[in-house]
């Protein structure tokens, strides 16, 4: 079973900061997934990414398979960043083809006026 | 269309009560899954279906019970549940293989 960690759990800034978080997993994968839950609970898929480098207006993903690490960052942050973003990787127990997420821990962030 | 639906939204039962969750998506998707999120925790995935075969994630109890009519209709039948199983229930679909995954807005579930 894969195993993610993300760092760091909690994140409070002050807007226009430049923010990152990190996760790290287990076993080799595919691809990686970084998602944004708002309170509510809705989800937000923002990247799959397996290799190099994505960017998507003010966040940037990037991965580096060979050290099982990837990052997210977000540039010129406002308050409406605030949300909880989870890197996620697959499962990996249905064998191939389709296959559900196992989700790390999340990391709150919160964006200051 | 990029919307996957969940109904309803909202649920209250009790332990003796049998009722249903809907998720219905019309993208085309042949892969569906049903996560469960408790509070302040992430999601854990307890099914896939993909072309309609089922996957089980083994420490699902069986007052769980999925189903998948067709490919773009998923259930999940609910009975004798117990108050820790409260908490919100998430569908998602995708295409086969490591594709994005669209998540509905969630059933919050409370077990009285």
């Known amino acids: 079973k894969n195993e993610v960690e993300q760092s760091p759990q909690n994140l409070t800034a002050q807007e226009g900061e430049f923010i990152t978080i990190n996760c790290s997993y287990s076993?080799?994968?595919?691809?990686l997934h970084w998602l944004q839950q708002h309170p509510g609970g809705g989800i937000v898929s923002l990247f799959m990414?397996?290799?190099g480098k994505k960017k998507h207006g003010r966040l940037i993903a990037t991965i580096n398979i060979q050290e099982k690490h990837s990052s997210l960052h977000i540039t010129a942050s406002h308050p409406r960043d605030s949300a909880v973003y989870i890197c996620a990787v697959r499962s990996g127990w249905t064998g191939g083809g389709a296959d559900g997420l196992t989700f790390g821990k999340g990391t709150h962030l919160i964006i200051q006026p | 269309d990029t919307e996957v639906t969940q109904t309803p939204k909202h649920l209250v039962m009790g332990m003796t009560n049998k009722k249903s969750l809907k998720c219905e998506q019309h993208?085309?998707?042949?892969?569906m899954y049903w996560y469960k999120q408790k509070a302040k925790k992430p999601p854990e995935l307890m099914f896939v279906y993909s072309y309609e075969k089922l996957s089980i994630n083994e420490s699902v109890p069986s007052r769980f019970s999925p189903e998948c009519p067709n490919s773009s209709l998923l259930n999940l039948h609910l009975h004798a549940l117990q108050p820790e199983d409260s908490a919100l229930y998430l569908c998602?679909?995708?295409?086969?293989?490591?594709?994005?995954?669209?998540f509905g807005p969630g059933t919050r579930l409370t077990v009285l």
């Open positions: 076993v080799g994968i595919s691809a």
């Open positions: 990414l397996s290799s």
């Open positions: 998602a679909s995708s295409q086969e293989g490591p594709d994005t995954q669209y």
């Open positions: 993208m085309g998707h042949r892969a």
